[in-house]
């Protein structure tokens, strides 16, 4: 059974950092690429940064550049996303999935930075 179990969510104040986890199950992780995904209030889900299969290359959403790492343990089957200087604007709700080929949704992670 294919599962995908966001944690790392809370509440931050603006120029704070968290650390996202996404644990997996149920389909060949090391052979996937991953990605991290968001969705606000009233918004589509948008991509935040995908990683290689290997964790060799990554690539992110220009708004996440420099403040956003993602990488992965594929030991763990599990995906990370590292936060840093959070914004406001960043208030949403995280999931991750596969880049290509995407799981059913998890329930995802509420990140909200407000002060």
């Known amino acids: 059974q294919v599962q995908l179990v966001e944690s790392g969510g809370g509440l931050v104040q603006p120029g704070g950092s968290l650390r996202l986890s996404c644990a997996t199950s149920?389909?060949?992780?090391?052979?996937?690429?991953m990605s991290w995904y968001r969705q606000a209030p009233g918004k589509q889900r948008e991509l935040v940064a995908s990683?290689?299969?290997?964790?060799?290359?990554?690539i992110y959403t220009d708004s996440m550049k420099g403040r956003f790492t993602i990488s992965r343990d594929s030991t763990r089957n599990t995906v990370y996303l590292q936060m840093n200087s959070l914004k406001p604007e960043d208030t949403a709700v995280y999931y991750c999935?596969?880049?290509?080929?995407?799981?059913?949704w998890g329930q995802g992670t509420q990140v909200t930075v407000s002060s």
């Open positions: 990683i290689t299969p290997a964790g060799s290359s990554t």
């Open positions: 149920g389909f060949p992780f090391s052979l996937s690429a």
């Open positions: 999935n596969r880049l290509v080929g995407r799981l059913n």
